[in-house]
């Protein structure tokens, strides 16, 4: 253990100006122990920084990095040979283009538009990840693409990046949108919108995200959806429109689905059957995920035409920036526990993401650490659009150390920065486990994940150890000794929640006590409020 762990243990913790910089309290209050993580620092870095320096400085470093290491050039297949092994990158199909070796690649090879290049590197984006070299070429060269890779190893920039290339043309105004991106949540369509934003800076393109005023807009015609050129969306909203032929695909060039299992999984794979529906089948088609089972690969050849399909790392594997661990909590009340004894330890620092298996978990949870006056919320598909983007704005920012959620936030979702993912409920598939300790670890930074489980979940825990496994975790003797789980007994588990016991070690007159101390600070709130006004 190192030292500094040592040194730190303990409830009374002060660290250095260092990344994360934090410290724990104990504090005794009447007979509950009072928890407090103190924050010092803006932990995701995201308050303003004075740009036109760091922008020089950043200048200065590449010009610095360009001196020492030329960029990296890719001339022959001998060359994506050693590159591939190098990054453990399998790709299989006809007529494979050679990767990039460098953002510059793109210049002579396929005259990348100057601008997309110059966001690039305005948003200081020098290097291409292994997903990126492989997937804008197969892009760029027409190709249909199934594409694989790690969570947080850059799959929104390998399909942001040729799609804007190639549709940045000069075409009539209003003539119809040419490229869709299709996510499952709209947390994740608002994130590649954002990226999508700032590379198309100074480009002639039209972007949107297909919020609910936008899609309010498109029906009452008040807006026009031909005026753009690429829109990012969900499903649903999407087909809605689709529907009533208020927004039609007849321009369609390319359609890209992100996080393609779950959007091909059930719940979500009716409603992409019905987009694929309205979709000329000449489009370039792309599907992206960190996990992409043979079924939905299987599913993605018969939409597609003569795909290439790329593998960066162990398919459907943990990335390997996370530390991965398991504690057996014995029963629900020891879970609780557990998190206080992290506390306690030194080992829950901030920003950390906790999931559950359900909503009502997940309130039950917060509730819970509002108590000990940690400083939480929570994100539930209960929740309104606004009070979740409130949420994720807060968390971003560092206002919120502890986000509380379910799988609705396990994908795609980018964080930076985020220390720890606790899964409170065992999640119940390997791909969830994958999705949800996916958020920390991410654009190569490292991070830890913690699972509880207890005697309910000796069945559910099997595909998660086998994750770890291949992910070159550390296992114990009776890890290694599991059987394995039958197809049914996996969809068992995925189909159907374990049944646990409520959260809650607070006495229920205490909980009595606190609500009516809280809706006696509401009334008199409100009461000034009238007098105010
Ligand atoms: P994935 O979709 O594979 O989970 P993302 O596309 O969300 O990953 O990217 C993860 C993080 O890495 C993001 O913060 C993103 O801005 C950053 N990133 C992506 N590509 C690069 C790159 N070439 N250089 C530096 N950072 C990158
Ligand atoms: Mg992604």
Redesign the pocket.
Known sequence: MDIFRILTRGAQVKQGKTKNDYSLKEDKHDDNILYQVEKETDFFHTKKHNTSVNNKEVAKDNQDDEDEIPPLELISEEDAKKFRNLHKSKVTGSDIPIPIGS?QDLIGRYKINKRILNN?ID???????P??CESIPITLNNRDLIGC??????????FIIPLIQQLNTKVDKNYGIRGLIISPTNELAS?IFQ?LEILTKGTNLSISILSKSLANKINNKIINSNKYDIIVSTPLRLIDLLKTGNLQFNRLEQLII?EADKLFDQGFAEQTDEILSHCNSTIRKSI?S?TIPSGVEEMAHSIMKDPIRVIVGHKEGAAQTIEQKLIFTGNEEGKLLAIRQMIQQGEFKPPIIIFLQSITRAKALFHELLYDKLNVDVIHAERTAKQREEVIKRFKNGDIWVLITTDVLAR?V?F?GVNLVINYDVPQSAQAYVHRI?RTG???KSGKSVTFFTKEDDKAVKPIINVMKQSGCEVKDWMENLGKLSKNEKKSIKQNEIKRKKISTVPKIIKQKRKQKQQMIEASKKRKAEIDN
């Not at 948003?123 to 990840?129: D, G, I, R, S, W």
């Open positions: 953002f690039l948003a200081n984006f020098t290097e291409p990840t997903i990126q890779a790690p969570t947080g190893s850059g799959k929104t920039l390998a994130q990226e992100d992206f960190a795609g980018d930076k996916g991410r654009g190569g």
